[in-house]
C-alpha cells in the first residue's frame, strides 16, 4: 500500500493543473474514482451538475466523483421552501437513498427520518476520520448543540454563513434634506420623518402619493415592534420562538408586541405605511423605488444599496441604511441577523457503502483548499491569490450579480455542507452597503439568536398538533389589529386566553424539554 | 343445452361483435385502477403513524388518532364551514350561469358574433390559476387597480378587499364564474343542439313566441343534463379550487377563506403530516359520498333522471 500512494503522489505530481497541491494530500481515494451519487436541489441550481469548474477541481483534489440523481427537481421559489421538502419527500417515497443528499431545509428532515435508518449519524465518523470537521464542531460547540438530533447524534453537515449583517433600515436620505430633516435617532423622531413623507410631497409631483415605509415581506414591517420594545421572531425564520434568559417564548404573546402593534395599526390608518403591505409581495421594493414613491424599508444590506443605480433617473436619489432607531425605553436593536447555522447543507444517505470516503469528503471542504473553492470558485478561473487572500478576477466581479455567476460555476452552493467566508460578498458589495456596515459595527445593535430545537418523537407530536393552530391564530389576529377591524388593547385578554386554549403553553413546554436536552451542556 | 352455457356462448358471441368498443374502454379502464384505484390502497395512511421512510406497510396502526386530531380543531370545522359555504354560493350563482350563458348564446342569430362572444367567454379557462390571481390581485388592488378607481369616482374611499374577510366569498365566487361559466356552457349547448327541431317547428305554426319555446321546449328537454351536472357538482361540493383560495388569501381573511383543502395543506403537507392529510381527505371524500348518494336518490325519486 506504502508503495502504491507513493506511486499515486508521483504521478498526481506531474498531473496538470494546480502544480501548487501536486502533493495529494487532498486525496481520498486512490486509483480509479470513487463515484458518489448525490441529491442537490436548491431554487438557484435545480441538480448537482458534475461539469461545474468548482466539481471538476474537487474531483481532481480528492479523486471523489459526485454523480447526480436528484429526483424531483424543483424550482419553486416562496419563502418556505415547501418545494425542496417536496423533492426530498419524493426521494424518501421512491426507496432510493443517493449516497449525499443535500438541500435546503434539511434539517429537520435527517432529523426526523435519520433514526428510522435513512441517515447515517456522523458523531463517530466525524471523530475518527474528519479532522477539520472535528477541529471546527470542537472550536463552536454552540453549532454542535443546534445540529444534534433528539437521539443525540448529528445527521448532516450544515451550510455555515458567515459575517453578521443582514437587514438594515433604510431611507431617502435626499428627501431627509429635501424636507431639512436629520436621520431620526428614536421612534418618535422616525415617526415624524414617515408623516413629513406623506404630508409635505418629497418627490415633488404635486400629489400625496408617497408610501412612507414599504416592505418586500410584510413580516418586516411587523418587526417595527421592536420599536416598542416588543420582538417579532427569534431568529432569521419569521415568527420563530426566541429564548429569554434560557426560557422558550414566543414574542407574538408579549407585551412590548402589543404596544407595538397597537402604534403600527396607528401608523397604518394614518397611511404612513404601505396600504398593500400585505398583498404588494416581492416586487414592492423595486417597484416603489423605481416609480419615486418608496421612503423608507427594512431590507438586505448588498441588494438594498444596489438601488442606488436609481440616482442616474431620479435625481438626487440616495436610498442609505440608517442605525436602528432608539425604542420608546431608548434601546436600540436590529432583531434581523445572519444566522450563524441555516439548516441547509448535506447528509450521508442510510444506504451509503462509502461512509468513511463520504465523511472524508465533507472534511474536505471545511480545509483551506476547500473552503476557498466552496466560497471563491477556482483558483486561477475566477479568483487569483493576493497577499494570501483570494481576490476576485475582475471579469468575474463585472460579469453581473457575483453570487449568481457563483452558483453557475458550482460555489456557494447551500446544498453542501461549508463555512461561508465573508470576504467573498464584501468584494462585490457597494460603497453604500459597505458604509452601511460600518455603521451598524460602531453600535452594537444585534441579539442573539434562537439556533432552534430538535424534537424526539413524542415532542414533535404535540407540536404538530398544537402549533399549526396557534400560529395561524396568532397571524390572523395579526393582520386584523394592523387593518384596523379589530384593537389590540381591547382584544389582548382574549387572545390570550385563546392562545392558552389552542395549546400555545403546551408547545412552549415540548420547545423548552427539547430546548433544555440540547443546549444544557 | 344447460342455460348458463347458453350465456356464456351469447357473451363470447357479443364480445366478437363487439370488441372495437371494449378496446376503446379498456384505457379509461386502466386508468381508473392505476390512478384511482390503486391509490385506495394508501387510505390506510389515515388510521397510521405514517412515516415515508417506513412506507405504507410497515408504518405502526394508530386507530382513530388523527380523526380525534381533527375533530378537536376548531380551525378544522372552520375550514368545513366554510367550504360549503363557498360551495354553496357557488352552486347558488356558480351552477345557473353556465345555464344562463347557453340559453343566451342559443338566441343569437348573428353567426360571427355569435362565435365571437363565445371565443371570449371560454378563454379564461384556459389561463392558469396563478395569472387569475394576478388580475384579481391587481383588479382589486386599493391604490392601482380598476375596482377601486371607479369606486374612486362614484366618491367612494378605496376598500382594500383583499384583506377584508366579509368580502372574500363574493370576489373568489365571482372570479369563478368569470373563469369557468363559459367553458361550463359547452355541455349545455350540446344538449340544446339534441333538441329535437320539429319541436320547434310546429311550435312555430301554433304561435309560440322564442321565450315561450325557451321555456316550454329547450329548458325542459335540457332538464336530465341540468339535474346530471346538479349531481355532479354536488358531489364536488367539498372540492374547493384551494390553488385560487392559496394565492389570494391572507391570514386576515383566513376566517372566511380557509377551506378543508387549504387546512389540509397548511397543516398537513407544510410540515409533512401526510397521515393527518389523508385523515381529512378521507372525510372529505365520505361527506361528498354520502351528498352525492343524497341528490341521486332526490332526482331519481323526483325526476326519474339519475346518475345510477
Given amino acids: 500500500m506504502r508503495k502504491l500512494s507513493l506511486a499515486a503522489a508521483i504521478l498526481a505530481a506531474t498531473a496538470l493543473h ?50 447526480d440523481v436528484t429526483v424531483g427537481a424543483n424550482m419553486t421559489s416562496d419563502s418556505e421552501n415547501t418545494g425542496r421538502t417536496e423533492a426530498l419527500n419524493l426521494m424518501l417515497a421512491s426507496g432510493n437513498i443517493p449516497d449525499i443528499v443535500g438541500s435546503s431545509r434539511i434539517k429537520d428532515f435527517v432529523n426526523q427520518y435519520g433514526p428510522e435508518g435513512a441517515f447515517m449519524p456522523l458523531n463517530d465518523l466525524i471523530e475518527e476520520h474528519a479532522p477539520n470537521l472535528k477541529a471546527f464542531f470542537d472550536e463552536k460547540p454552540h453549532i454542535r448543540s443546534a445540529l444534534t438530533a433528539a437521539d443525540g447524534n448529528m445527521y448532516y453537515i450544515p451550510y455555515l454563513p458567515d459575517g453578521k449583517y443582514g437587514r438594515a433600515y433604510w431611507i431617502r436620505t435626499d428627501w431627509l434634506d429635501k424636507l431639512g430633516l436629520d436621520v431620526p435617532e428614536t421612534v418618535d423622531e422616525y415617526e415624524a420623518v414617515l408623516r413629513a413623507f406623506k404630508t409635505q410631497d418629497p418627490n415633488g409631483n404635486g400629489e400625496a402619493d408617497e408610501v412612507p415605509f414599504f416592505a418586500r415581506q410584510w413580516p418586516e414591517f411587523i418587526r417595527l415592534v421592536t420599536l416598542w420594545d416588543g420582538r417579532s421572531s427569534g431568529s432569521d425564520t419569521y415568527h420563530d420562538f426566541m429564548v429569554v434568559d434560557g426560557e422558550l417564548q414566543h414574542p407574538y404573546a408579549g407585551e412590548g408586541y402589543r404596544d407595538g402593534i397597537s402604534n403600527l395599526a396607528r401608523w397604518y390608518a394614518e397611511g404612513l405605511v404601505d396600504t398593500e403591505v400585505f398583498t404588494r409581495g416581492s416586487s414592492a421594493r423595486d417597484f416603489l423605488l423605481s416609480e419615486n414613491l418608496g421612503g423608507s424599508t427594512h431590507d438586505w444590506f448588498a441588494s438594498t444599496s444596489g438601488y442606488n443605480r436609481l440616482s442616474s433617473e431620479i435625481d438626487g436619489f440616495a436610498f442609505k441604511a440608517f442605525a436602528p432607531p432608539a425604542s420608546v425605553s431608548g434601546k436600540r436593536i436590529e432583531e434581523h441577523r445572519r444566522i450563524p447555522i441555516k439548516p441547509d447543507g448535506w447528509a450521508i444517505g442510510g444506504f451509503n457503502k462509502h461512509p468513511v470516503e463520504t465523511i472524508k469528503y465533507f472534511d474536505f471542504w471545511f480545509t483551506e483548499e476547500g473552503r476557498r473553492l466552496a466560497n471563491f470558485g477556482v483558483e486561477g478561473m475566477h479568483y487569483d491569490m493576493v497577499d494570501g487572500k483570494a481576490i476576485f478576477k475582475q471579469e468575474f466581479l463585472d460579469a453581473g450579480p457575483v453570487n449568481r455567476s457563483l452558483y453557475q460555476v458550482g ?111 | 343445452m344447460a342455460p348458463r352455457n347458453t350465456r356464456w356462448t351469447r357473451a363470447v358471441d357479443h364480445l366478437k361483435r363487439e370488441w372495437q368498443i371494449y378496446l376503446m374502454l379498456l384505457p379509461t379502464i386502466v386508468w381508473f385502477i392505476v390512478f384511482l384505484y390503486k391509490p385506495m390502497y394508501g387510505l390506510q395512511i389515515a388510521f397510521k403513524d405514517y412515516s415515508i421512510f417506513r412506507g405504507v406497510a410497515n408504518s405502526p396502526w394508530v386507530g382513530l388518532e388523527h380523526f380525534e386530531t381533527l375533530f378537536s380543531n376548531d380551525q378544522f370545522f372552520r375550514a368545513v364551514y366554510n367550504t360549503i359555504q363557498i360551495s354553496a354560493l357557488n352552486l347558488l350563482f356558480g351552477f345557473p350561469a353556465p345555464i344562463i350563458l347557453a340559453l343566451m348564446f342559443n338566441e343569437i342569430l348573428h353567426a360571427t358574433y355569435k362565435k365571437t362572444a363565445q371565443t371570449i367567454v371560454y378563454l379564461p379557462h384556459f389561463i392558469s390559476s396563478v395569472i387569475i390571481a394576478g388580475i384579481v390581485i391587481t383588479a382589486f388592488s386599493p391604490t392601482a387597480g380598476i375596482v377601486n378607481t371607479l369606486l374612486g369616482w362614484l366618491g367612494i374611499d378605496p376598500i382594500y378587499f383583499l384583506t377584508k374577510p366579509e368580502w372574500f366569498r363574493p370576489i373568489f365566487v365571482g372570479t369563478g364564474i368569470w373563469q369557468e361559466a363559459g367553458f361550463g356552457s359547452i355541455v349545455f349547448l350540446a344538449a340544446i343542439a339534441g333538441v329535437n327541431p320539429s319541436l320547434y317547428e310546429s311550435a312555430v305554426v301554433d304561435g309560440a313566441n322564442r321565450w315561450q ?33 392559496i394565492l389570494l388569501y391572507q391570514p386576515a381573511t383566513y376566517s372566511t377563506a380557509d377551506v378543508v383543502n387549504t387546512w389540509v395543506y397548511r397543516q398537513g403537507l407544510q410540515s409533512g403530516q401526510y397521515d393527518l392529510a389523508a385523515a381529512a381527505g378521507l372525510f372529505n371524500a365520505v361527506v361528498a359520498f354520502v351528498l352525492v348518494m343524497a341528490a341521486n336518490s332526490l332526482s331519481r325519486r323526483f325526476s326519474r333522471t339519475s346518475l345510477w
Fill in chain 1, 18 to 67: 494546480a502544480p501548487a497541491y501536486a502533493d495529494g494530500h487532498l486525496q481520498i481515494v486512490e486509483g480509479d474514482p470513487l463515484e458518489l451519487t448525490i441529491q442537490m436541489n436548491h431554487a438557484r441550481y435545480p441538480v448537482y451538475k458534475e461539469d461545474w469548474p468548482v466539481e471538476q477541481q474537487a474531483r481532481e483534489w480528492t479523486n471523489i466523483h459526485l454523480v
Fill in chain 1, 411 to 521: 460555489s456557494q452552493l447551500q446544498g453542501r455542507g461549508y463555512f461561508q467566508d465573508y470576504n467573498y460578498e464584501i468584494q462585490w458589495s457597494n460603497e453604500f452597503a459597505l458604509e452601511g456596515i460600518a455603521l451598524y459595527d460602531e453600535g452594537d445593535y444585534l441579539i442573539d439568536q434562537f439556533l432552534g430545537v430538535a424534537f424526539n418523537p413524542e415532542e414533535q407530536k404535540v407540536y404538530d398538533k398544537y402549533w399549526g393552530s396557534v400560529r395561524d391564530y396568532m397571524l390572523e389576529r395579526q393582520q386584523a389589529w394592523i387593518l384596523g377591524s379589530a384593537d389590540v388593547m381591547a382584544e389582548w385578554d382574549d387572545y390570550q386566553a385563546q392562545l392558552e386554549k389552542l395549546g400555545l403553553s403546551q408547545v412552549l413546554e415540548v420547545m423548552q424539554s427539547a430546548y433544555n436536552r440540547q443546549y444544557s451542556n
Fill in chain 2, 213 to 245: 319555446m325557451m321555456w316550454r321546449i329547450t329548458i325542459p328537454c335540457i332538464l336530465p343534463t341540468i339535474l346530471i351536472m346538479l349531481i355532479i357538482r354536488i358531489g364536488n361540493i367539498m372540492e374547493v379550487s384551494f390553488e385560487l383560495v
